[in-house]
Every structure is written in structure tokens, then in C-alpha cells.
């Protein structure tokens, strides 16, 4: 972009201080020491005092030392601009300095962002660097707020290219200069005032990506309640600038992470909720519920999310929204690789879209374009990509919120599932070529990719969309749900309600739905793939609740346990995460399921097999106690029944038998109790806990529990640690009182994932933390004297 000519100075002539001038030195009492000027400037920005900003300065004293220092005229320049965007001022002048000003600072932000050349601020005060310091972020602020400044009654207003400058010149310093975008957050009345500029298209992009960064540095979250006109403001938006809105929204309606990984343990997590409870709604919270109340937002969401590329905006408007990107460094590395892919198809589909490299001079910023205009396809589609990342997102965290059961609602009500079905093959899931686009200094694997990290979060959406709601069925199209009723009548059980109660109009469409679809990727997907864990997470969310038999065959007649022991044993997978998605999903397959375990025994059908399966159990409980919860739950439902095929399972399956043998579930119980404490207990492992009640649980139906209770002693005392493993487990016990009898939900998973009621599961508990030292079924019973440890206060303040 060419810069404009420079513009005489209408303040204070050379030579001679201003008013203004005089009145800053008069504050400050004293002249500047050549020497240590910009100490001083930095000193001042920090304290408030002294010298800030480049009016207490003389035009001649700055070109001095500008031929010496070589500052690029940027602090004349800040002096110019200082007395021509006065309150009575016409602002044209002052138009014309920031046009000036900007080439200086976007050139230096481009090479900055992409890497081109590294700077040290501290060294070389590159321009960006130097503007801030002499106080132009702060004038700048102050110019764009201008129009919240009424005189005689009437607002101020500045012109939208005006405004379009300024917005460019301060991402550029957030860009090159740390600490800018902190100080901008701290201005709340400025980050709620940027909101009110999304209003003009011509400076929609340059303002939501500003906010965009300042929200994503602020320490307190914004609450968009306070934002003038929000419901107006959002209506008004056409779809690319609601898809464009989406990035901000991501930040303004997820919980603020500290990034403290004792914040995710469950206590920290149980003192922040009665925190929480005591302050009401977060900020998140107030958010969401602010957007949900806004008329048609979930429905243009859903729209937006199942348009196809089609469907999308025409070529020109697209071009302009790629000029914005051009000159715009929030999407600098995006648009490398746009052009990238844009200059490769042109060269063998001969398109006629030219765009100059970085840094060419243009008049505009404009790509090149002849009359033949045509925008390649892949273009088009990495277009599309990125929007429906941020409103996938978006929509998934709404799913996740309080007003689950409304967002779940409307998302079925306005098609969602069968529109991204519709989208699967073609965008969502569709088939890379040679050249698949990746951004700048990544490769085609990275989950920075736009293509991986929306399949991520596709996957992600589903396993919020199925998660214990009766919607999970519009996964399927007709023909699916008619063969689940099917299994359901040749089993001769009933029917699941939810099945019945499944709006047919709203389900997929085609031949496979969207469940299908995915089954069919999962299959095919490598080895090493980072989709594995997110696909298995996706279909074991569809299993998860009570447990359906009909679901359980539906998803064994198209080969999943077959795929997932594959995985498992054969391809000997070593991805931690993979391993225990897999785990968690094949418990929910097998779980009570006598025709799951025959075809276990089928594909496990030799004991170099079955020994790879155990390694990888006993290779991290963590990962697999959900499939030994699974099985062991499965096995004592299988010995009350009196039925020749559950009996011929018994006597075959090696996993049964072998879960069958005491030695073996203590063995399992010493390792779940021990290796978990409540100070380190998380979402991710409190499983550990909860696997070893269910095991104790089944040993007290069978009067076995004391038995279970002195082998542990045992077990202690042959490890030469007495006292030690059974005063955790007291600890963990009286922990887990605390956490699950004030959860309603948590209650309620355990009950449904165990069919054993949660009646059973507390009264269970209360007699293992039982003080009377005389019963045979209480902890205590077994801590002798000396080793006793069991009132430890573990909670945190």
C-alpha cells in the first residue's frame, strides 16, 4: 500500500513549543537528557509521570534526533497528529498522517507476524515499538472514541476509513510491541466501545480481530450484556461477518482456564463451584444466556455451519473480503497459504487471480483481476472451512452449557445433523489431494491445519450432541432406526422409548447417516492417526447411559469391535489417549452383552492374543479400568442368569474367566486404590475410584466383602507398607461422599453406566467408612493402631 503524502504540520512550528507543550513540561519540570530519552519515555509509560508522549517534545529536538536514532519521522509525525485531531478539528488532516504513519508500521508487523526477520524490541526499537512509546497507542484510542464525545448536544463522528487506519496501525504495534494488547484490555470502556464499530462492514474485520486479541489477553472475561445494542448488533451481521463474530464469541463463552493444572483437580473444582455458587452466573454463563435470547442466532448458526460451498457468497464479495485479509496480519498465515493453492490452480486452470507477495507496493492492497475473474474451488472451500470451525465451536460449547436442553432443541429443530451428514463427504471428511492446503511453517498432520482441526471439532460437536440425550438418534437416517426396532424384536425386549419418540423429518437423510459415516472413516483411518481418539470418543458418547442392547448390535454388525481389537492387539497401539478411548469404548460395546463377548472370544482366539490384550490393560489402568469395570459388571449379571448361551460364553471367554479369579481383582483393586490420592484426583481418573467400588460393591452381594477388605490388609502388609493403601482408600471414600452426594448428574451416570442403584452405591460406601473397629465390613477394622491416618484434612480453601 502506498503511503500518502506527507502533510505540513498545523501545530506547533519548529523551534517553538505549543501550549500544550509547555503545559506537559511544566508538569513534568524539566527537559529531556539526550541521552536516556527513551529510559525516560518507557519510565513514564509505566509510572504515569513524566515523559509520556511526543507533545512535550519540539518538532526541532525530535528531527534531530531522529537523523541520529533513526525513528522514521514517527514521532513528528505523532506531533502532527496530536494538534490536528483536536475536538473542533475536521480530522482530514489527521487522516492524512495516519496514512502515513501506516506503511511504516504494517511492513514491519507483516515481517514481524511471518517471520521474515527477527526483532528485538529492546535493541533496534523497531517502528511499531517507537510509536507506542511515544504515547501514539494511547491517541490513537482517544481519536476512535472521539464520537462518545458529545458538543452542544451533538456526537462527534469520524469517517469509517479513518477509523479503518487506526484500528490497522494499533494491531500492528499489539503485533510487534508486548504488553500493548494487556494495556488496551484494561481500558474496559475502550474493549466495549470497539463492539459499536462491528456496526460498519468497512471496519468490521479490523475491529473484530482486534477485539479478538484484547479478549484473549484480558484478565477478567467481558460480559457482553454491557455491550450496547447486542441483539441489533448481531442481527445485523450478514453471515460471513456472524461467522467472523464467532472468534470473539469462542473466547467470550468458554471458562477462563488459568492454566494451573491443580485447577483441574475435583477439589479445586468443588471449591470453585461453591464459590461459584455464592456469586452467581459466571461471565461465561451470563454470556450464553445473552446470545441464546437473541431472535433466529442458533438457527443462522445452523445454517452456516450445513451451507454448502455452493451455497457461499459470490466471487466478489469474497475478493473483498480477501483484500481485507491481505492487509489484515491476523490472517497473514491463512491467506499465504490461500494464495498459495490460488497461484497453483491458476497456473494449470489458467484463473485469473493474480495476488502480489507480501510487501508489493499496490495502490490498494487489490489483487490483480482481468475480466475473466474466477475464484479456484479449493479457495472457495478453505473459505468455507474456516467458518465453520468457529461456529462449530461456538455451537458446541453451547451444547456443553446450562441451557444444554434448549440449544439441543433447536439444533435438532433446525436440521443440523442432517445438513453437516450432507456435508460429510464432500468438505467435512473429503479426500486431500496431493498439494492439501496447510498454513505457513506447518505440515499436512498438524492440528493447526484447517482441514484437521475441523474434523476435530465435527467430532468434538457429535460427542456433545449424543452425550446421555435421547437427540442421538438423529444421528441415523430412517432405515437405521427401522433396524434397531428390528434387533429390538427379534431379541424380544422393548423397544427403547427414545427411538419411538424420534422425530422422523428431523433425522438424516441418503443412505447412511451421519453414525455410519463415521464408523466407515474410523475403519480406514491410520494407525497413527490423531482422529482415532476423537472418532472412538464420538461413537462411545452414542453408547453411553443405559445401557442399549439394540445400540450395542447395531454398532457390532458393521465390525467395531472387530476394528477396536485390531487396534488394540494387533496393531499394538502406543498413543496413551488412543489406548484409552479405545478401552472406554469397547466397555461400552461388551457391557452385559453375551454376544459382544462371543465375538471377543472369536477374535481373541489364542493366548499370544489374549497376553497382548492384558499388557495393554496393565500397561495404565487409568486407561482401561472403564473396560474392567465393564466386564467385571457383565460377569455377575452373566452368573445370575440361567440361559445356555450365556453359559457357553462363561465357559469360554478367556477374558471372563480371568476376570472371574479373586487373585485377580485384587490384584486389579490394589493397583486402582493405590495408584490415585484425593489431592491428584481429576475428571480423568476419578473412574480409578469408582471401579474399585464396583468391585467391592459385587463382593458385598456376595457376603464377600470382608474377605476382599483382609486380603487387601494382606496385600499391604507384604508390600511393607501397612496402613498405607486402606487409609487412602478412606480418605478417597470420604471424599467421594462429598463429591457425588451434592451432583445430581454425577449420581445419576453411575446408576445408569452400572444398573446398580445409587442407594447401593452410598450405603455401600457409609459401611466401608463405618467407625465401629468391631465391623467385619469397615475400613477401620483392618488400620492397625499405630498405622491409623484417617482424618486428614484434605480439603482446600
Known amino acids: 500500500m502506498a503511503a500518502a503524502p506527507a502533510a505540513a504540520g498545523s501545530g506547533a512550528s519548529r523551534g517553538r513549543r505549543s501550549a500544550a507543550t509547555e503545559a506537559a513540561w511544566g508538569r513534568w519540570g524539566g527537559r529531556p537528557r539526550p541521552g536516556n530519552i527513551l529510559l525516560q519515555l518507557r519510565q513514564g509509560q509505566l509510572t504515569g509521570r513524566g515523559l509520556i508522549r511526543a507533545v512535550q517534545f519540539t518538532e526541532t529536538f525530535l528531527a534531530e534526533r531522529d537523523k541520529q536514532s533513526k525513528w522514521s519521522g514517527i514521532p513528528q509525525l505523532l506531533l502532527k497528529l496530536y494538534a490536528t485531531s483536536h475536538l473542533h478539528s475536521d480530522f482530514v488532516e489527521c487522516q492524512n498522517i ?34 507506542d512509546l511515544f504515547g501514539g497507542v494511547d491517541l490513537l484510542v482517544e481519536i476512535l472514541m472521539r464520537p462518545t464525545i458529545s458538543i452542544r448536544g451533538q456526537k462527534l463522528k469520524i469517517s469509517d476509513e479513518m477509523s479503518k487506519d487506526c484500528l490497522s496501525i494499533l494491531y500492528n504495534t499489539c503485533v510487534c510491541t508486548e504488553g500493548v494488547t494487556k494495556r488496551l484490555a484494561e481500558k474496559n470502556d475502550f474493549v466495549i466501545f470497539l463492539f459499536t464499530l462491528m456496526t ?91 446470545l441464546l435470547s437473541i431472535p433466529g442466532f442458533v ?160 467430532l468434538r460437536l457429535l460427542q456433545s450432541f449424543s452425550d446421555h440425550h435421547e437427540n442421538k438418534y438423529l444421528l441415523l437416517n430412517n432405515q437405521e432406526l427401522n433396524e434397531l426396532s428390528a434387533i429390538s424384536l427379534k431379541a424380544n425386549i422393548p423397544e427403547v422409548e427414545a427411538v419411538l419418540n424420534t422425530d422422523r423429518s428431523l433425522v438424516c437423510d441418503g443412505k447412511r447417516g451421519l453414525l455410519t459415516r463415521l464408523l466407515q472413516v474410523m475403519k480406514k483411518e491410520p494407525a497413527e492417526s490423531s482422529f482415532r481418539f476423537w472418532q472412538a ?21 458393521r465390525g467395531l469391535l472387530e476394528h477396536i481389537l485390531y487396534c488394540i492387539v494387533d496393531s499394538e497401539c502406543k498413543s496413551r489417549d488412543v489406548l484409552q478411548s479405545y478401552f472406554d469404548l469397547l466397555g461400552e460395546l461388551m457391557k452385559f452383552n453375551v454376544d459382544a463377548f462371543k ?81 491428584t484426583l481429576t475428571q480423568e481418573n476419578v473412574s480409578c475410584l469408582n471401579t474399585s467400588l464396583v468391585i467391592l460393591m459385587l463382593a458385598r452381594r456376595k457376603e464377600r466383602l470382608p474377605l476382599y477388605l483382609r486380603l487387601l490388609q494382606r496385600m499391604e502388609h507384604s508390600k511393607k507398607y501397612p496402613g498405607f493403601l486402606l487409609n487412602n482408600f478412606h480418605n478417597l471414600l470420604r471424599f467421594w ?27 455401600t460406601v457409609s459401611i466401608l467408612l463405618n467407625p465401629d473397629r468391631q465391623s467385619p465390613s469397615a475400613l477401620v477394622s483392618y488400620i492397625e493402631e499405630p498405622y491409623m491416618d484417617i482424618d486428614r484434612d484434605f480439603t482446600e480453601e
Request: contains cysteine; proline residues 3%.
Open 98 to 131: 495516519l496514512k502515513e504513519i501506516s506503511p511504516l508500521l504494517s511492513m514491519e508487523a507483516m515481517a514481524f507476524v511471518t517471520e521474515e526477520r527477527k526483532l528485538t524490541q529492546e535493541t533496534t526499537y523497531p517502528n511499531t515499538y517507537i510509536f
Open 200 to 290: 460498519s462492514k468497512k471496519t468490521f474485520l479490523q475491529t473484530a480481530t482486534l477485539i479478538e486479541d484484547i479478549l484473549g489477553v484480558k484478565k477478567e472475561m467481558i460480559r457482553l450484556d454491557e455491550v450496547p445494542n447486542l441483539s441489533t448488533l448481531v442481527s445485523n451481521f450478514d453471515q460471513q461477518q456472524l461467522a467472523n463474530f464467532c472468534r470473539i464469541l469462542a473466547v467470550t463463552i468458554s471458562e477462563m482456564d488459568t492454566g494451573n493444572d491443580d485447577k483441574h483437580t475435583l477439589l479445586a473444582k468443588n471449591a470453585q463451584q461453591k464459590k461459584s455458587l455464592s456469586l452467581g452466573p459466571s461471565a461465561a454463563e451470563i454470556n450464553q444466556a445473552a
Open 299 to 458: 438457527e443462522r448458526l445452523c445454517k452456516l455451519a450445513t451451507r454448502k460451498v455452493s451455497e457461499s457468497t459470490g466471487t466478489a464479495s469474497f475478493l473483498q473480503e480477501l483484500e481485507e485479509w491481505y492487509t489484515w496480519l491476523d490472517n497473514a498465515l491463512v491467506l499465504d497459504a490461500l494464495m498459495r493453492v490460488a497461484n497453483e490452480e491458476s497456473e494449470h486452470n489458467q484463473a485469473s487471480i493474480v495476488f502480489p507477495p507480501p510487501g508489493a507496493s499496490e495502490e490498494n492492497g487489490l489483487p490483480h483481476t482481468s475480466t475473466r475473474t474466477q475464484l479456484p474451488q479449493s479457495m472457495k472451500i478453505m473459505h468455507e472451512i474456516m467458518y465453520k470451525l468457529e461456529v462449530l465451536y461456538v455451537l458446541c460449547v453451547l451444547l456443553m452449557g446450562r441451557q444444554r436442553n434448549q440449544v439441543h432443541r433447536m439444533i435438532a429443530e433446525f436440521k443440523l445433523i442432517p445438513g453437516l451428514n450432507n456435508l460429510f463427504d464432500k468438505l467435512i471428511w473429503r479426500k486431500h489431494s496431493a498439494s492439501a492446503l496447510v498454513l505457513h511453517g506447518h505440515n499436512q498432520n498438524c492440528d493447526c491445519s484447517p482441514d484437521i482441526t475441523l474434523k476435530i471439532q465435527f
Open 537 to 557: 470418543r464420538a461413537v462411545e458418547s452414542f453408547l453411553r447411559g443405559t445401557t442399549s442392547y439394540a445400540d450395542q448390535m447395531f454398532l457390532l454388525k
Open 599 to 679: 465375538r471377543f472370544n472369536k477374535y481373541i482366539n489364542t493366548d499370544a492374543k489374549f497376553q497382548v490384550f492384558l499388557k495393554q490393560i496393565n500397561s495404565s489402568l487409568v486407561d482401561s479400568n472403564m473396560l474392567v469395570r465393564c466386564v467385571t459388571l457383565s460377569l455377575d449379571r452373566f452368573e445370575n442368569q440361567v440361559d445356555m448361551k450365556v453359559a457357553e460364553v462363561l465357559s469360554e471367554c478367556r477374558l471372563l474367566a480371568y476376570i472371574s479369579q479373586v487373585p485377580t481383582q485384587m490384584s486389579f483393586l490394589f493397583r486402582l486404590i493405590n495408584i490415585i490420592h484425593v489431592q
Open 737 to 763: 461422599q462429598q463429591h457425588y452426594l451434592h451432583k445430581d448428574k454425577d449420581s445419576t451416570c453411575l446408576e445408569n453406566s452400572s444398573c446398580i442403584s445409587f442407594s447401593y452405591w452410598k450405603e
